[in-house]
């Protein structure tokens, strides 16, 4: 199994234009998450999923967008980059399917280096 | 709601010395505790967990962690550094009043191994 993969690792943008990001889980897992990674902040929330055709808001949604179309792929969007949104991202995804327990681990992908200028 | 700091950005220890990481959290209710370790150009994963039982947790690469409730403490210990264990750690609370597996992480800390 790969695990939780994302496209692409590096990526350079000038402000104002548009990207999408991409994830994708072979783990049969319900639900997925978008963090963004910052010097001193940990990890913090964008968006996440608990299921196909489901989205909804984390800690940090202004600026992005996200679907969920397929259960095992969730997207990341950037509409209109700006500086700000210089950072690490991170796709993750829980909860096999049918195997609910009162805690289920996080795995997280490699991680997308997005530069805006 | 709940919040988790972790003390020192930056740890430095030498090689074959005592790794202690600290961290606090909040919590209103009894928590699940996490730590996550990140090596360089990676991304996270799981390194230990506290969800019930012993207070004691043992984790991977020698690696373990006391829950003290009545410190609210989790750190994590390892009695003998190795240039290997050279990343960031992250310690995180699981939010319980969520129903997707939320976690809430410190701001982590960098541990650096001195040959």
């Known amino acids: 199994n790969a695990g939780v993969t994302q496209t692409p690792k590096f990526r350079v943008l000038k402000t104002g234009q548009s990207m999408t990001l991409l994830c994708a889980q072979d783990m049969n897992h319900e639900y997925m998450y978008w963090y963004r990674q910052d010097p001193g902040m940990g990890l913090r929330l964008i968006h996440y999923s608990v299921g196909e055709g489901t989205t909804a808001k984390g800690e940090v949604p202004d600026g992005y967008n996200v679907s969920r179309l397929k259960k095992q792929n969730f997207l990341l969007g950037l509409e209109s980059a700006a500086p700000s949104q210089t950072s690490v991202y991170f796709c993750?995804?829980?909860?096999?399917?049918?195997?609910?327990?009162?805690?289920?681990?996080?795995?997280f992908g490699p991680g997308t280096r997005l530069t805006v200028l | 709601a709940q919040s988790v700091t972790q003390l020192g950005s930056h740890v430095s220890v030498s090689e074959g010395a005592l790794v202690l990481l600290r961290c606090n959290y909040s919590?209103?209710?009894?928590?699940?505790l996490f730590w996550y370790v990140q090596y360089p150009n990676q991304g996270l994963q799981l390194l230990l967990k506290?969800?019930?039982?012993?207070?004691l947790v043992k984790g991977i690469n020698g690696f373990e962690a006391e829950f003290k409730k009545s410190e609210t403490s989790f750190h994590l210990t390892k009695p003998s550094a190795h240039m290997s264990d050279a990343a960031e750690y992250f310690c995180a609370v699981s939010d319980l009043k969520t129903s997707y597996d939320k976690v809430i992480f410190g701001p982590g800390t960098s541990l650096s191994v001195i040959p």
């Open positions: 919590s209103s209710v009894p928590p699940y």
């Open positions: 993750a995804s829980s909860y096999p399917a049918g195997k609910r327990s009162s805690y289920n681990e996080q795995f």
């Open positions: 506290y969800t019930t039982g012993a207070t």
